[in-house]
């Protein structure tokens, strides 16, 4: 699913951890947790669940005040 789909429905927390961790290779289990109550990718693993465009989504579209 495109995150522009689930992109709303995620919590606050990991918005703001995702926006000051751009590219991270691994994401703390809560953000996971997030993005798979949002809607989102998951994996059982703190490993990278977001594509390129998904972070290119982040950085550029993405708005501070949700």
């Given at each position: 699913?495109?995150?522009f789909?689930?992109?709303?429905?995620?919590?606050?927390?990991s918005?703001?951890?995702?926006?000051?961790n751009?590219?991270?290779?691994?994401?703390?289990l809560?953000?996971?947790?997030?993005?798979?109550e949002a809607?989102g990718?998951?994996?059982?693993?703190?490993a990278?669940?977001?594509?390129?465009?998904?972070?290119?989504?982040?950085?550029?579209?993405?708005e501070?005040?949700?």
């Open positions: 699913m495109e995150i789909m689930w992109w709303l429905d995620l919590d606050l927390a918005k703001e951890w995702l926006r000051e751009l590219r991270a290779a691994e994401m703390p809560p953000v996971l947790k997030g993005i798979a809607g990718p998951h994996s059982d693993k703190a990278v669940v977001l594509t390129a465009a998904d972070w290119d989504f982040i950085e550029t579209q993405s501070f005040v949700d």
